[in-house]
């Protein structure tokens, strides 16, 4: 099974920071993944996907990078709704996700 | 707007069996593989079990294989999961997830709202 970890677990930020989350997959991945944004009671959702591609109605601060087994997400100026728990997710074999990244208003 | 509505979660003791099941009111997902993605309580993801558009494929996480059996009915725009054996572990919010297409093809694309699936004596 491909393994998913994100760093770091969590992290304390202001409005108006630029944010980066880190993925890594045990084994290469190609660019097979995605990114979602989960709130407190909600259901993920898609911001990310293909490594680098958004998500329809996604804002343009939010952006993806990175390919084989190392990738990132940038929110190049936080927001006040951006303050939630980030899962990268590989789809390349079956679906696995990262344990989560949780923003935090510092 | 499209949207996944789940339904037939509640408290089960261990052992029993409970039949989860989705709908896309106002779409279509005939053409669409579905999964199911779990959260147990201060957890993360897990991804549960798939079927493909015609429901000839499915594939099962190794923590339900056996136990859990993942179905759909085009003609209703249904999906659901028949769990059975059920553990404590089991306890999680539950999640009917839309597959997409194209460049989407095995992204997750589309989730419902979450049904709560409780285990417990």
């Known amino acids: 099974d491909i393994q998913m970890t994100q760093s770091p677990s969590s992290l304390s930020a202001s409005v108006g920071d630029r944010l980066t989350i880190t993925c890594r997959a045990s084994?290469?991945?190609?660019?097979?993944l995605a990114w979602f944004q989960q709130k407190p009671g909600k259901a993920p959702k898609l911001l990310i996907y293909?490594?680098?591609s958004l998500e329809s109605g996604v804002p343009s601060r939010f952006s993806g990078s990175g390919s084989g087994t190392e990738f990132t997400l940038t929110i190049s100026s936080l927001q006040p709704d951006d303050f939630a728990i980030y899962y990268c997710?590989?789809?390349?074999?079956?679906?696995?996700f990262g344990q989560g990244t949780k923003v935090d208003i510092k | 707007q499209v949207q996944l509505v789940e339904s037939g979660g509640g408290v089960v003791q261990p052992g029993r069996s409970l039949r989860p099941s989705c709908i896309a009111p106002?779409?279509?997902?005939?053409?669409?593989?579905l999964h199911w993605v779990r959260q147990a309580p201060g957890k993360g993801l897990e991804w549960v079990a798939s079927?493909?558009?015609?429901?000839?494929?499915?594939n099962y996480a190794d923590p339900v294989r056996g136990r859990f059996t993942i179905s759909r009915d085009n003609s209703r725009r249904a999906l659901s999961v028949q769990m059975t054996s059920l553990r404590v572990e089991d306890t999680a919010v539950y999640y009917c997830?839309?597959?997409?297409?194209?460049?989407?093809?095995?992204?997750?694309?589309?989730w419902g709202q979450g049904i709560k699936v409780t285990v417990s004596s």
């Open positions: 997830v839309r597959e997409g297409h194209g460049t989407k093809f095995q992204v997750f694309d589309l």
């Open positions: 106002g779409s279509t997902f005939s053409g669409n593989t």
């Open positions: 079927i493909s558009y015609d429901g000839r494929n499915k």
């Open positions: 084994q290469s991945i190609n660019v097979r």
């Open positions: 293909q490594a680098s």
């Open positions: 997710q590989q789809y390349d074999q079956h679906w696995t």
